[in-house]
């Protein structure tokens, strides 16, 4: 069976959604997960991927400040990716509290 190229904005913006969700059920529990982003060295391309981090953590309802690395060749689909990942260990912290 040859590969299927698969659309990742669609995906992506499910899993945001869905992340979005969650951050509200957190900020409910006075939880407010965030993404931290270091931008290292002076590379525009970087700079963009960084710009474009914080805007998706924006949509689902967080707070991010400039803290991580870039990750080369990641997409829309990586970023929500790596905010859900975000969430849920944040309510899985948050049920350890309770």
Same mark, same amino acid.
């Given at each position: 069976?040859?590969?299927?190229?698969?659309?990742?904005?669609p995906?992506?913006?499910?899993?945001?959604?869905?992340?979005?969700?969650?951050?509200?059920?957190?900020?409910?529990? &006075?939880?407010?997960?965030?993404? &931290?982003?270091?931008?290292?060295?002076?590379?525009?391309?970087?700079?963009?991927?960084?710009?474009?981090?914080?805007?998706?953590?924006?949509?689902? &309802?967080?707070?991010?400040?400039?803290i991580?690395?870039?990750?080369? &060749?990641?997409?829309?689909? %990586?970023?929500?990716?790596?905010?859900?990942? %975000?969430?849920?260990?944040?309510?899985?912290?948050?049920k350890?509290?309770?």
């Amino acid at each position: 069976m040859p590969a299927k190229l698969l659309a990742g904005q669609p995906v992506a913006e499910a899993v945001l959604k869905d992340v979005a969700e969650g951050v509200k059920t957190l900020k409910k529990k &006075g939880i407010t997960p965030g993404l &931290g982003t270091i931008l290292v060295g002076d590379d525009s391309d970087s700079a963009g991927y960084v710009r474009k981090k914080h805007e998706t953590c924006e949509q689902a &309802g967080k707070a991010a400040s400039w803290i991580t690395p870039r990750l080369g &060749g990641v997409g829309p689909t %990586t970023v929500t990716m790596l905010l859900r990942n %975000t969430v849920e260990t944040a309510e899985r912290k948050a049920k350890n509290l309770e």
